[in-house]
């Protein structure tokens, strides 16, 4: 329905690809965004994600899961958006040797539940916890240009104000678009910050969200850690979002 | 493709032949599942065995807890890309779920049903035979919520998306119906040795 070009579903088949990294940007100290540009694409959801598969010269091969950070735009580039883990594998190796120019191999888009297209409507509940906003900034930034009267509010769970991804974007949009809540919260942080809260996410925060909407969300998306999306499910079906309304995605960790 | 400056941290010996490509080993137990954790619980549950639309057999917790009871110990591999080893399950050997119902599998497909309305399809021949079970206990202990309990189904040879968490029945179909992931692009059946995890692998 989309006035955007490439609102695409998972392909029938998914086929191991080369994309160049055409930017990377450092976002916060845990945090860098890849810039990619598959050779073959042909666009994507919000939402969904790509696998990415590393191999070293003896054919020895790693694969890992990325979520697709930016809207769906026809640009035929898509953004990754990796948080450091220290003792990982793949996350390192993206933060200490890749560069732009390099070419990476991934398959995708990849999923069919935990995606948002804007005849699927409103209002939009969005709870983040870390890199867990990623899939949720896509839906954002979409939403924001396919379809921003449908009522939307984020709750987005950070340890520090340094952590938070995206925050001068997110402020911005929260400060412009009438129809977009932005409730921020850092878990690990003391020193005020305007227009953000702290303390880790409760019932009452999801109870203030709830209420900045017109009316009960349509669909409730949750991503992050397991331990975080595990609390904000409990915090969710608590205040009396329907279970059937919930989509969550697991990062592990 | 060699990706430039890749060396990869390698799994220790004896741990690289039983990963399945793509996979990684894991210490912990990730929870992976569509929506929340479902709240069931045992005074309200049943687990029925289906053939067609047609009950066969229905069991309130009690009674299925006086089913003969199993252990299998096995690796598990999530299509997320985590394998773990060794897990410890114990519960109903799917074998004995259908010798108390006094059948023998009437047909070659099976569609896995759970509480929080997921769906999986699993090919029968993948459940009989020792190779499967309702599992209830997880190292010892009643299986938490939010890993599958009360129960799970248990088929640790494919894919842990195919081991339905919060199961409440086996339904056997006439063809090969796709369950909740399989309708959204993953594998029908999902041999994570031949790498099945998408349609099309
Ligand atoms: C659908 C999906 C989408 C994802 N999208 C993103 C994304 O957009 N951005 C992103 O940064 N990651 C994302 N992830 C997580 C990503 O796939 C990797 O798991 C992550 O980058 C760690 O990989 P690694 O090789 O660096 O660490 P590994 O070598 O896999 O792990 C090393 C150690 O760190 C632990 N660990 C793994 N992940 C975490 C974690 N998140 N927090 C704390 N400890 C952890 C492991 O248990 C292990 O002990 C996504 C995962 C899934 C399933």
Not at chain 2, 124 to 139: P, R, S
Request: aromatic share 10%; hydrophobic share 40%.
């Amino acid at each position: 329905m989309s006035s955007l070009p490439d609102i695409a579903p998972q392909p029938a088949r998914l086929v191991w690809q080369p994309a160049a990294v055409v930017a990377i940007t450092r976002e916060t100290p845990r945090v860098k965004i890849f810039r990619l540009k598959p050779a073959d694409w042909h666009g994507f959801t919000a939402g969904q994600h790509v696998d990415v598969r590393l191999t070293a010269p003896d054919g020895y091969q790693a694969e890992r899961s990325y979520s697709i950070g930016s809207a769906p735009d026809g640009s035929g580039e898509i953004e990754l958006v990796i948080d450091l883990i220290d003792e990982g594998e793949v996350s390192p190796f993206f933060h200490e040797v890749v560069e732009i120019g390099d070419e990476i191999e991934i398959r995708g888009p990849i999923g069919g539940h935990f995606i948002w297209r804007a005849e699927d409507g409103g209002p939009l509940l969005l709870i983040a916890g870390g890199s867990g906003l990623v899939p949720l900034m896509s839906v954002l930034r979409y939403r924001a240009q396919a379809a921003p009267e449908i009522p939307a509010a984020l709750i987005y769970s950070a340890r520090r104000r340094e952590d938070l991804i995206w925050c001068g974007e997110l402020l911005r949009r929260a400060a412009e678009d009438p129809n977009f809540s932005l409730f921020a919260t850092l878990s690990r942080e003391t020193a005020p910050t305007e227009g953000i809260r702290h303390g880790r996410i409760d019932r009452a925060l999801v109870d203030a969200a709830l209420e900045s909407l017109p009316a009960p969300p349509k669909t409730t998306f949750l991503c992050g850690s397991n331990p975080f999306v595990s609390a904000a499910s409990t915090f969710a079906l608590d205040a009396g979002i329907p279970f059937a309304s919930i989509k969550a995605e697991r990062y592990g960790g | 493709m060699a990706t430039r400056g890749f060396i990869g941290k390698r799994p220790t010996d004896g741990v690289g032949d039983r990963l399945p490509p793509g996979q990684y080993l894991t210490e912990d137990f990730p929870v992976l599942s569509a929506g929340p954790t479902p709240r069931v619980g045992l005074a309200e549950w049943r687990f029925t065995l289906k053939d067609g639309v047609r009950p066969v057999m229905s069991w309130d917790w009690e009674a299925f807890n006086r089913l003969p009871q199993s252990k299998l110990t096995r690796d598990i591999h999530c299509v997320t890309k985590w394998s773990k080893f060794n897990t410890a399950w114990s519960g109903v050997m799917v074998d004995d779920i259908l010798a108390e119902a006094g059948i023998a599998a009437p047909s070659e497909w099976t569609l896995a049903h759970a509480y929080d309305g997921y769906t999986t399809n699993v090919p029968t021949e993948d459940l009989v035979g020792g190779k499967a079970m309702v599992a209830t206990h997880f190292e010892g202990k009643p299986l938490i919520a939010d890993h599958g309990g009360p129960a799970r189904l248990l088929v640790p040879h494919l894919y842990f998306w195919k081991s339905a968490k919060w199961v409440n029945g086996l339904q056997f179909t006439r063809r090969d119906e796709a369950g909740f992931w399989e309708l959204r692009g993953y594998h029908m059946r999902g041999d994570p040795w031949r790498e099945q995890r998408f349609t099309g692998d």
